[in-house]
């Protein structure tokens, strides 16, 4: 059987998870680990050494008994990229949405929550393009007002805030592209169906992240997964 391993650091993306193999792949294995303290490490002082060592010994961790392992948090992105260099079937979520939201034309708007966590969502959406030899502009949207209601468990309010941000920014901004849910990714998602009707394509993380974690975990040899 398939086993994917999961590295959260808020509980409440485990459901969005599971729902989302019990969809795509419901033979599939699932198992969550949680760190929700990492998150608050590292806005108060960085990806220090410290914090980068303890993502890459869970992760080492991980690959050893799982056959696909998925970060569903952004923050810790860069440590997940170090570590898939080596072994391609680790992902971080955001990757594969903004490989996505690469292929278009116009303005790439990257909606965010934490401003503490914004550079390394860009550097990956501007690492992206550049590997497709694209020149896009992107342009930060701050959903900030949201965060509170996700910290209180207001989801409906949550999901609301952020698709009102991103309809302002979508009028505001001739030419867009496409809009990238960039950050808390799993939860973020929720405003999508609320985006449908600007005529611009939306991209939330979660379902693009399972799909990949899934093909590259399938890749491996047989033998892991029995």
Not at 31 to 40: M, P
Not at 93 to 118: F, K, N, Q
Not at 121 to 136: H, K, S
């Amino acid at each position: 059987m398939t086993r994917i391993a999961f590295l959260h650091t808020a509980d409440v993306h485990i459901r969005t998870f599971d729902d989302l193999l019990a969809d795509l792949a419901p033979n599939v294995s699932p198992s969550h680990t949680v760190r929700a303290g990492w998150l608050a490490e590292a806005r108060e002082t960085g990806m220090t050494s410290d914090l980068r060592a303890r993502v890459r010994g869970l992760l080492a961790e991980a690959v050893e008994a799982a056959d696909g392992v998925l970060c569903t948090c952004s923050t810790l992105g860069p440590v997940v990229d170090d570590m898939a260099a080596s072994h391609p079937n680790v992902a971080r979520i955001d990757r594969p949405m903004m490989e996505r939201a690469a292929g278009h034309d116009g303005t790439l708007l990257v909606a965010y929550c934490l401003g503490s966590t914004l550079d390394p969502t860009l550097e990956l959406l501007r690492g992206v393009l550049r590997e497709r030899a694209r020149d896009n502009s992107v342009v930060p949207v701050s959903c900030a007002a949201a965060w509170q209601f996700f910290e209180s468990g207001d989801r409906d309010e949550f999901a609301e805030t952020i698709a009102r941000q991103v309809t302002a920014a979508v009028g505001a901004e001739a030419g867009t592209g496409c809009v990238v849910l960039a950050q808390a990714q799993a939860a973020m998602a929720a405003a999508e169906p609320l985006l449908v009707d600007h005529g611009v394509a939306v991209y939330s993380s979660p379902r693009p992240a399972v799909e990949a974690v899934l093909a590259a975990a399938n890749d491996r040899p047989s033998s892991r997964r029995e």
